[in-house]
């Protein structure tokens, strides 16, 4: 495996890690360093400094070790196709935090769960300016509604999203419940969902805006 040598290459980087972020420990503070370049990065520019490449060696050595072949306790991951969904967005309320009236934000994150006869899945996209694309594929093992694999994907793609300090998102979802319980336009009442809940709101306090 060689190091990037041009910007899409860290797109492709990134995107491979976080669909094996469940397999690799602390992938989060692995990734970080791509992260922020890739943040850094337009399609005319290209950053790979001192960081990357020391952390990138530590992955290729972690990757080839046996610890991956082992199993994730409660996910495994597979393809997942987020589709874009064209909504007019809505400011959160109830969460005085936000400063409201700025334009939207640049970067937007997709979140989308889904359950059929195969079992439940959820997905994260976020999208930045210049093409920048992170996507974040996961599949659940254990049983669980649309709502919940909504709601999981909501939590991981806002740690996503925090972790590369990205303080304004405009957040898109296909499951109205969520949106309206996140909002504050009605309570939450399945038990699975109120720790859900609390994880989303607690996540959304650190940014200084977020629509949806």
């Known amino acids: 495996m060689q190091p990037p040598r041009e910007y899409r290459d860290i797109q492709k980087l990134t995107g491979c890690l976080a669909a094996l972020s469940r397999f690799i420990s602390k992938s989060g503070e692995h990734n970080l360093p791509f992260f922020k370049n890739l943040k850094r990065a ?4 290209f950053y790979w400094d001192d960081d990357c490449n020391k952390v990138f060696e530590e992955l290729k050595e972690y990757l080839g070790s046996p610890r991956l072949l082992s199993q994730p306790e409660a996910q495994a991951l597979t393809d997942f196709i ?3 969904i064209a909504q007019p967005p809505q400011v959160i309320s109830g969460l005085g935090h936000f400063e409201l009236g700025w334009n939207n934000p640049e970067w937007v994150l997709f979140v ?3 359950r059929n006869e195969k079992g439940s899945g959820a997905g994260v996209l ?5 093409g920048v694309v ?3 594929p996961l599949r659940f093992t254990f049983p ?9 994907a909501m939590v991981d793609g806002l740690t996503i999203v925090k972790s590369l300090e990205i303080d304004r998102i405009w957040v898109k979802g ?6 309206e319980q996140v909002e504050g336009v009605c309570g939450v009442k399945h038990e699975p969902l109120v720790k859900y809940h609390a994880k989303v709101i607690q996540l ?6 977020v629509i949806f």
């Not at 337009?42 to 520019?45: A, Q, Y």
């Not at 669980?144 to 999981?152: L, Q, V």
């Not at 296909?174 to 949106?179: A, G, N, R």
């Not at 959304?204 to 805006?209: I, N, S, V």
């Open 42 to 45: 337009s399609n005319t520019k």
């Open 82 to 84: 987020i589709e874009s």
């Open 112 to 114: 989308d769960g889904a």
């Open 126 to 130: 976020i999208r930045g300016p210049d």
């Open 134 to 136: 992170i996507e974040y």
């Open 144 to 152: 669980t509604t649309n709502n919940e694999a909504e709601y999981e």
């Open 174 to 179: 296909d499951s109205k419940l969520m949106i």
């Open 204 to 209: 959304a306090k650190w940014f200084k805006q």
